[in-house]
Structure formats: structure tokens, C-alpha cells
């Protein structure tokens, strides 16, 4: 019986109803027992809905199967699914095309369908991801999703918050359960007895009515929950003075009124979380255990579930049944349920195995089901439920052989590392494995252990350790015959120079990397060198790494190795943009973005978002950056390392800006970047620290900042940023200081300025399309006419809000006497002014705010009063902006960059 739930009700048929258009996220939540199962049980029997549904869970295992609510569901969709769930692949792509899989299977489907997914709280973390894929994506397919789950137990850190975080508001309805009232529960009760409830004036029990609890007392105890109802309601036997305080009283009030046997019944599948097979019953109970669930069935105590097996009615009575039992009794139960599955030969859900090994406490059985748990997790891409196997194997590593105790440090901290976190632990369990393999004598594992060790520190900022782990790695695998391992370990020693600037030592590495690989082919070490020597020749101004990146970017994409594509795109922007090849970098930035942001590679997409931001920087579009840079700073799923581009790029904003925050902001950055360890990022702070000492008249600050770097060999300065600490010198007398200035490398625009030639130097720097740097050099130097010099700087500088440098040219011209001739100061807010991150018009801003809800083009046309193909032209141009191919890329960018929407 379905109570005050008309509005939910109705909620769902117009989602039902809007689907054949574009697709539809119906989020169901409340407490426990607040009847969301029991209200899409009314729906699936509703006259109004004709549409297919397929109805799946999530189970409350120690530790879930991965993708575990597709599996059920995985054979109704399509054949290709089914095989991707069931097969070992490879775990670097396979997590990406069980994804595009079901994207895909959803995609050509005719008829509306609708998918529920119960208790996502529970969900295994490769099924969040699977859903963070499709609800992003969800007005592109012909689906209503529906996601029930429990509000009161996803908190902020819950990992299905980042899931609910990313429905789309515009096609995602959320409704929340309420307990029910009293009057519902009179009628809930009157239902129950087959007559109304008598109402009296006073709180008394009729006569007619004696054998029923007051309602006014239900709904003091049960707080309208309809389960806890409905399970008070359910006991036979009536006692006022002892109404259940919990729903835990009501459920062992039922079960006491059971006959032994069934009782016994209830007492074990009360360990089993998940869909219970009849042949496990059966086998349980040999002689009549289908009976006796049965008969549980008719009390209702059980019930069939969508695949036809058996389970609790509720969650809640399971685990009140559950607290009928001693610890004792649940280690015993759980060992005869593994004993039953493995005689039946239920073997392949090894999540059910591994859940009663734990259960039972059996050191053999969990050290034989976990690793193969873990193993078949990984082969899924689901790291985190992996690492979560391994980690329950450790607990029991000393009932291991030495092998095995090797093998569950090494992977647990390999399962780990790949969920980005690098702590001690890890590190720990590196260290621990490297001593279990030599042990063994086993110089190979001893290696891949060493080179793990170098990233972890690299990883930490800990540069010095991360390059002798890595040379460990290297003299390691030396002792062996040569192997692709000893070609990776010399590629990843080529990354560490490559990163820290050391551009011989890096090119070295990696053509020692490339050497082998000839006799070794391997598609990854030959990607990852050619990035590595690519990335380390162009940085130091040598064009042939050009070439090597285009290669290795053209290899990565036809393996298939997402995370190194991205590095490419990461590489060879970052190169753009340091070089000041902007057009390039505008190319490449969109591209890779477009790309990280397809294959959900979120760690990589803000870094290079934090690149792009850079760009906008240099190109004089100080808000822009700034808003992109503010934008990633606000996410908190992000490493230190990937937001610190995005970071640097705040602080010298804020600089030009004037804002009040610009140093401490600074000091966040400088120190983010000491401990990391790597001058690229070391490098452009301290050169931004010594414009902000600039435009606040402070040399002592300058003098601070310029002496370490004159110190530095000048081939780790890039020739950009050796020109530009020369021009700062000279700017504060202090031409002196560089050891080297003879350099013939240093870019035409900064040689005109330490010529003094500001007029030519404003030309050069204008055709990079830099106009921020072109009003600096007008501000210093010779010239016929400062005035006029100083009025075209301010006019432009006024047009990128870069007040620091507006109030820097007041006061020089407050002291020359020519304050009078500068232009009036803009008032107001220069919003209007302002171009988009990505160059839209005001009217392709517009379109794009209504396109990003998913709304068709006939929708938009409708809305803005023009006509279609105006519409389908406006499209097409923003499409092209961003880089993108179709609607679906255009809202994925929407959704990782909410600041496209102006």
C-alpha cells in the first residue's frame, strides 16, 4: 500500500514521459526503510508505463564485485558488455570500454528504457565511475536512469557524492522520501485490521480496537518510517506495554513466533547479503530448505528478487536478523556458506567467496580468494576495489609463504598507487616487498619494486630520492639479461631528467630506452621515451623533440594509452606556451583538453586546463585566466601537483591585477613548488615574485628572488625566461649580476628591450599576440615621446584590468609632471568588455548556455526567436571553437570547465 507518495509518483511519469526526447537522471533517496524499493515496485506495475526496465543493486559486501550492479544487467543490453564484464583485458583500457560499451548499447536503442540501480551507497567504485561516465552523458541516450540510495549516510566525503555532484540539472530530478504522517499511518493500520480507526476525542483504546497499537504511539516509535511500520504491524501478537523501540525489536518479535527450523533458516541467509540461488538454500538445508523459505516468503519475512532468487524484504531485516547472532556463531555460518559454495561450484562471483572467507575469519581461504578477487578487479580497471582485496590478504601475511607475502605487498601497492595515493604506506609496503624478493634472490622484482619506489617519491616531491631509486633500478636490472623492465627503468630515469631540466642526461636515458626497445618491442617504453626526449630537446629550444612528440602523440593514440596521449598534449602544450608559439598552444591546449575530458582523465584535464589558463595570461586576457585558474583551484579531488600550473597562473593575475591576496597567494605557490623540487615550476615564481617586487618599489624583494636564479646554470633557464630575468635587472639596475649574458639564443622581443628600442620591442611582442608585455617595454627605454608612450601602455593596460601597472604608470606620471594626459580611469565593472575563455560572441554564449542543457536546435530557435538554420550555423561555429566534434563533447567541456558558461 503506497502512501503520500502521489508527487513521486507523478514526478516519475513525466521523467518517463520526456525520455523519448533525451535521457533522465531520477535520483531517489531517504532513510532506510523510507520505501523507495516499495515505490518503484508501484511504478513497475503502473498502467502508464510500458517501457522496458531493467532493475539491478548494489550489495552490502565486505567488499563489493566490481561493475557488480551491471553484471545482473549487462545480458539485456548487449553481447559486447557481457564479454568486456566477464573476460580478463587489459586493465588500461578495459575500464574506458565497458564504459563506451554501455554508452554505446544505450545509444542505439529504439524505445525509451529505464534502468534503476538500487543503494548506490554501497556501489563498488568502478561502478561510480561507470555512472560519473553516463550521467554525464545521459541526454544523449534514450534512458531514464534512476539511482536510489540512503541521503543520511552520503556525506560531503561519501565517493557517491562526486557522482551526484555531476547529474546535470537541467535532466535530473531529485526526490526526497518523507517519513509518513499520522494520518497515513491511521490509514496504514486501519488497512491492515480491515476497518477504519475509530476517532475519539481522547487518546483512548476502543473497546473494538484493543488488539492494535494507538497510532499516535507508532508515530512517536517509528518516526513514519513505513518499513518499521509495516514490521509492527506484520506481529501477530499484541502487547501495549511493549511496542518495538526499534526495528530490531520488531524483527526478533517476528522471528521468536517462528517454528525452529525456520528460524534457523533466517539465522543463516541472514549472512548473505546478496541474491540468494534456490540451490544454495537447498544445500544449506538438504532437506527442506526451498520449503522452508518459501513458508518465510508467505510470513513475509522473504521475498523473490527481480532475478527470481531469494532475499530479505529489507536491508534493515537482514541485519536485524543478523543481530540475533553471536560472533562465534557468524565466524561458523559464514565458513559453512563459503563450504556450500564451493561444493555447488559457485565459484564465479569470487566477491561472494572472499566476503565469507573474511567473515569466517579462515586465514587459508581468504589468502586463496582475496588475491584472486583483487586480480580479477584489476583486470577490470577497478583499482580501488583491487587495492581493497589486497589489503584484506595482509591481514593474514604472515600465514603467506614468502612468495605470496611478496606478491600481496607488491600489487596492494601498485592497486594503490594507481588511485593517486602516494603516502608512506605505499612506500612501506614497497620496501617490505623489496626485501621479501631478495629473500628469493629475485633481482627482477627487486627492480620493478625500485623503480615503483622512484615515482612514489617523485610523486612526493622528493627528487633526490626518486633519481637514487631510480639508478638502484637501473644497476639492478643491469645484473639481468637485458628486458623491456631495464627499458622502462631507463625511461623513467630519462623522465626524472627531463622534469628537473637535464636535457643531455634526459636524451640520454631515453635513446639508452629506445636501444632496447629495438630488440624488445614494446609500444609503451617507445611512447614514453620519445615523450621523454621530445619533451627535454624542445624545452631547451632544439626543434627535433617536435617531431618525436607528433610521433609519440600518433603512437599513443593508436595503442590506445589514454594517460600517455595526455602527457603529450600536456608536454607539448606546456612547450607552446613557454616558447610563446600561442596559436599552436590555443591548437593543442583545445585538442588535449577535448581529449582528457572524453576518456575522463581528470587529473590530466586540470593540469592542462592550468596550462591553458597560462596562455590566456599571456595573451593579455588577465580575467579569463584568472577565472580558469580560480575555477581549478575550487576542485577538491585534485593532487597538489596537478592544480599548481593553474596556481602560478593565480598569482601573477592577481599581481597585475592588484589584488589584494597576490603575495600570499605567492608564498602558497613558491612553497607548493620548493617541495616538489622542479625548476619548471620554481622558476616562473620566482621570475613573478620579482614583477611583483616591481610594481611594489620593493628591490631588496627583487634582489631576493633574481640571485638564485643567476646562479643556476643558464641551459635550465629556457631562452624566454633568460631573457626575461636580464630585462629585470637592467629594469632594476642590476645588469651586472648575470654570470652569462652572452647567450645567442635569447628571443628578438627581449633583446630589443635590453636595447632600449621599447617602440620595436611593443611591435614584436604585438605580433606574438602578447599585448601585455608590449605595454611593459613601452614604459622603459628611449624615446622621442614618453607621453605618448606611457598613454598608448595605460590605454591598453586598462583594457585587461591590470591595475598594478595602471597605478605603477600614475605615479611615474604624477612625478613627470604629465598626469593630466593619461586617460580617464573606466568605472565600473568591465565585464561587458571581456572575451571568452574560448572566443565565443555574445551570441554564441548565449546559444551555448541553452545547448549545454541539452535543448535541440529547434528548442534554441524557438527560445531566441530566430530561425533554425541560423540556430544550426551558431552551433557549428561553437562546436569548432571548442574543438569538439559533437553536442555530446561540447556539455562534456561544459561540465569539467563550468567557467565556458559566462
Not at 580501488?384 to 600481496?408: F, G, I, M, R
Not at 598552444?585 to 576518456?599: P, R, V
Not at 608564498?667 to 616562473?684: C, D, F, M, N, V
Request: aromatic share 8%; proline share 4%; glycine share 4%.
Amino acid at each position: 500500500m503506497l502512501l503520500e507518495r502521489e508527487n513521486a509518483v507523478q514526478d516519475f511519469l513525466e521523467l518517463v514521459s520526456n525520455t523519448a526526447n533525451s535521457g533522465k537522471v531520477l535520483l531517489v533517496s531517504g532513510e532506510a526503510g523510507i520505501g523507495k524499493t516499495s515505490l518503484l515496485e508501484h511504478m513497475r506495475q503502473h498502467p502508464q508505463i510500458n517501457n522496458t526496465m531493467l532493475w539491478s543493486g548494489c550489495d552490502p559486501l565486505f567488499t563489493p564485485q566490481p561493475y557488480a550492479p551491471f553484471q545482473d544487467i549487462a545480458s539485456s543490453l548487449s553481447n559486447p558488455l557481457v564479454n568486456l564484464l566477464a573476460k580478463n583485458q587489459n586493465p588500461s583500457k578495459i575500464s574506458h570500454k565497458i564504459a563506451s560499451t554501455l554508452f554505446s548499447s544505450l545509444e542505439q536503442l529504439n524505445e525509451p528504457i529505464i534502468l534503476i540501480i538500487e543503494d548506490v551507497h554501497w556501489a563498488d567504485n568502478a561502478t561510480l565511475d561507470l555512472l560519473k561516465f553516463l550521467v554525464r552523458r545521459i541526454s544523449f541516450v534514450k534512458c531514464l536512469l534512476c539511482l536510489t540510495y540512503r541521503d543520511d549516510e552520503v556525506l560531503l566525503s561519501h565517493p557517491l557524492s562526486t557522482v551526484l555532484s555531476l547529474c546535470p540539472s537541467a535532466h535530473t530530478k531529485r526526490i526526497q522520501l518523507q517519513p509518513l504522517s499520522l494520518n497515513a499511518i491511521e490509514i496504514l493500520s486501519a488497512h491492515e485490521r480491515k476497518q477504519p480507526w475509530p476517532r475519539n476525542v481522547a487518546d483512548k483504546v476502543h473497546s473494538s480496537t484493543s488488539d492494535l497499537y494507538r497510532p499516535s504511539d507508532l508515530l512517536k516509535i517509528t518516526a513514519g518510517n513505513p518499513f518499521f511500520l509495516s514490521e509492527i504491524l506484520a506481529n501477530n501478537t499484541f502487547d501495549s506495554n511493549t511496542i518495538p523501540s526499534s526495528i530490531r525489536d520488531a524483527i526478533g518479535a517476528r522471528l521468536s513466533h517462528l517454528k525452529q527450523p525456520e528460524q534457523d533458516l533466517m539465522l543463516t541467509l541472514s549472512l548473505i547479503p546478496y541474491s540468494i540461488p534456490v540451490r544454495l538454500i537447498e544445500h544449506l538445508f538438504p532437506k527442506n530448505g526451498e520449503t522452508l523459505a518459501m513458508a518465510c516468503i508467505a510470513r513475509k519475512l522473504l521475498q523473490f528478487d527481480t532475478q527470481g532468487e531469494f532475499r530479505f524484504r529489507h536491508e534493515l531485516a537482514r541485519l536485524a536478523t543478523l543481530a540475533c547472532l553471536s560472533i562465534t556463531e557468524q565466524k561458523r555460518l559464514h565458513l559453512k556458506i563459503l563450504n556450500s559454495l564451493e561444493r555447488l561450484k559457485l565459484t564465479a562471483n569470487l566477491a561472494w567467496l572472499s566476503h565469507h572467507a573474511e567473515g569466517g575469519h579462515n586465514a587459508s581461504k581468504i589468502l586463496k580468494y582475496a588475491p584472486l578477487s583483487a586480480e580479477k578487479a584489476a583486470n577490470l580497471g577497478a583499482h580501488k576495489e583491487a587495492a581493497s582485496y589486497y589489503e584484506k590478504a595482509l591481514k593474514y601475511v604472515e600465514y603467506a609463504d614468502t612468495q605470496l607475502a611478496a606478491s600481496l605487498y607488491e600489487n596492494w601497492a601498485y592497486e594503490v598507487s594507481l588511485t593517486t595515493h602516494m603516502n608512506t604506506p605505499v612506500i612501506e609496503a614497497r620496501r617490505c616487498a623489496i626485501t621479501l624478493w631478495r629473500a628469493l634472490n629475485r633481482l627482477d622484482k627487486i627492480g620493478e619494486n625500485l623503480r615503483s619506489l622512484s615515482r612514489l617519491y617523485w610523486y612526493q616531491g622528493q627528487a633526490e630520492r626518486a633519481e637514487h631509486y631510480a639508478n638502484e633500478a637501473i644497476s639492478t636490472f643491469e645484473q639481468l639479461p637485458a628486458s623491456t623492465e631495464l627499458a622502462m627503468a631507463y625511461s623513467m630515469r630519462s623522465q626524472l631528467d627531463m622534469l628537473n631540466e637535464r636535457t643531455s642526461d634526459a636524451v640520454f636515458w631515453g635513446e639508452k630506452a629506445l636501444a632496447l626497445e629495438q630488440t624488445f618491442p614494446n609500444p609503451l617504453v617507445k611512447v614514453h621515451a620519445l615523450t621523454n626526449i621530445g619533451s627535454a630537446l624542445l624545452m631547451s629550444g632544439n626543434a627535433e623533440g617536435e617531431l618525436m612528440l607528433k610521433n609519440s602523440l600518433l603512437l599513443s593514440e593508436q595503442h590506445g594509452m589514454h594517460e600517455e596521449t595526455a602527457r603529450v598534449y600536456t608536454n607539448y602544450s606546456d612547450y607552446c606556451v613557454r616558447f610563446k608559439r600561442l596559436s599552436l598552444a590555443e591548437e593543442l591546449t583545445t585538442k588535449g583538453i577535448q581529449y582528457d575530458t572524453s576518456h575522463d582523465l581528470d587529473s590530466w584535464t586540470y593540469y592542462l586546463v592550468g596550462i591553458q589558463a597560462q596562455l590566456r595570461l599571456e595573451q593579455g586576457r588577465l580575467v579569463d585566466a584568472q577565472t580558469i585558474a580560480q575555477g581549478v583551484q575550487k576542485l577538491t579531488n585534485q593532487t597538489v601537483l596537478m592544480k599548481l600550473p593553474a596556481l602560478i597562473v593565480l598569482a601573477r593575475t592577481h599581481i597585475r591585477m592588484g589584488l589584494a591576496d597576490a603575495e600570499s597567494i605567492l608564498q602558497k605557490a613558491l612553497s607548493q613548488a620548493t617541495a616538489i623540487g622542479e625548476w619548471q615550476y620554481i622558476i616562473p615564481l620566482r621570475l613573478a615574485y620579482i614583477e611583483y617586487a616591481y610594481l611594489t618599489h620593493n628591490s631588496a624583494l627583487a634582489t631576493e628572488h633574481i640571485a638564485p636564479l643567476v646562479k643556476l646554470q643558464s641551459s635550465i633557464l629556457n631562452p624566454w625566461q633568460f631573457g626575461e630575468l636580464l630585462v629585470w635587472q637592467s629594469r632594476f639596475g642590476l645588469s651586472q649580476i648575470a654570470t652569462e649574458t652572452s647567450r645567442s639564443d635569447i628571443p628578438l622581443p627581449w633583446v630589443l628591450e635590453l636595447k632600449k628600442d621599447n617602440e620595436l620591442a611593443f611591435n614584436a611582442w604585438s605580433d606574438l599576440g602578447m599585448p601585455f608585455n608590449a605595454a611593459m617595454a613601452l614604459l622603459h627605454g628611449h624615446t622621442q615621446n614618453t607621453v605618448a608612450s606611457f598613454v598608448n601602455a595605460y590605454s591598453l593596460l586598462q583594457s585587461m584590468q591590470a591595475k598594478a601597472v595602471l597605478r605603477y604608470i600614475r605615479k611615474q606620471a604624477q612625478q613627470a609632471g604629465f598626469i593630466d594626459q593619461l586617460p580617464k580611469r573606466q568605472r565600473g565593472p568591465y565585464s561587458k568588455s571581456r572575451q571568452h575563455p574560448l572566443g565565443l560572441t555574445a551570441k554564441e554564449q548565449q546559444i551555448f548556455k541553452l545547448l549545454a542543457t541539452g535543448a535541440s536546435n529547434q528548442d534554441i530557435a524557438k527560445t531566441v526567436s530566430r530561425s533554425q538554420r541560423t540556430i544550426e550555423n551558431h552551433v557549428s561555429s561553437i562546436l569548432s571553437k571548442l574543438s569538439v566534434e559533437s553536442r555530446i563533447e561540447a556539455i562534456l567541456r561544459v561540465q569539467n570547465e563550468p567557467w565556458l558558461l559566462r
